[in-house]
Each structure stands twice: as C-alpha cells, then as structure tokens.
C-alpha cells in the first residue's frame, strides 16, 4: 500500500504561483511513475503531468511552459511548480502514484485507470 498526502494548494490571482507537494510514504518502492491529475467542478479528471523514476516527464498541452513536475526520490516527495496560472486552471488537485504506462516507446501520462493510488486532493483556485 501507498498512502499519498497532498498540499501547497490555495487562492491566488491569475498571473500568480503556487506549489504543490506531495508526500508518499508506504510501499513506494512500486511506484514507479507519479502525476498530477486535476478535476473541475462539472469535468472529468484529466492528467496534467508525469514523472517517472528516472525523470522522464510528460506535461499535457495546455501547461506545458508554465507547469513543472519533480520528485525527490530520496524524501519520496511529488512536487509541481504551477506558474502564470489563469482562470482556467482552477480544479481540485490530485496526487496518483503507479507502474507508469509507455506507449509509442515514450511514457504517457495515462488515464485515472492506470495509476492504483491516490491522495485526498488539493484546491487550486485562480481568480481573474
């Protein structure tokens, strides 16, 4: 088992910055690659980035640019540096933790279905 705590979430205005942290503790050694997924209220969760253990990552479009993923293997911390962050960006945050999934050879960020851990969430909420 994997237990994920997320945190750095809160209120700031468009243009603005935040960090979001997230703590892994438990059988890490089986999670090989983490991401951030985040949720709009009325819209699926969609994957915003990913990392793997070597430090490979994938960002989806509309972040790439203005958001980093990185993990720290050694304090076993998920983090992602948000910045230039607009309206639009405002979800509930998600920490996911999983095998890690390839395709074409490169990794993917996947769906909700390929990682089996989650944390509680965090709120990002960006005002214009």
């Known amino acids: 088992q994997v237990q994920l705590v997320e945190s750095g979430g809160g209120s700031v205005q468009a243009g603005g910055s935040l960090r979001l942290s997230c703590a892994a503790s438990?059988?890490?050694?089986?999670?090989?690659?983490m991401g951030w997924f985040r949720q709009a209220p009325g819209k699926e969760r969609e994957g915003v980035a990913a990392i793997d253990m070597d430090g490979t990552t994938r960002y989806i479009g509309s972040v790439k640019g203005r958001f980093t993923i990185s993990r720290d293997n050694a304090k076993n911390t998920l983090y992602l540096q948000m910045s230039s962050l607009q309206p639009e960006d405002t979800a509930m945050y998600y920490c996911?933790?999983?095998?890690?999934?390839?395709?074409?050879?490169?990794?993917?960020?996947?769906?909700?279905?390929?990682?089996?851990?989650w944390g509680q969430g965090t709120q990002v909420t960006v005002s214009a």
């Open positions: 996911a933790a999983g095998a890690g999934v390839y395709r074409d050879g490169g990794l993917d960020i996947g769906t909700e279905r390929d990682y089996g851990y």
């Open positions: 438990g059988s890490t050694s089986s999670t090989r690659c």
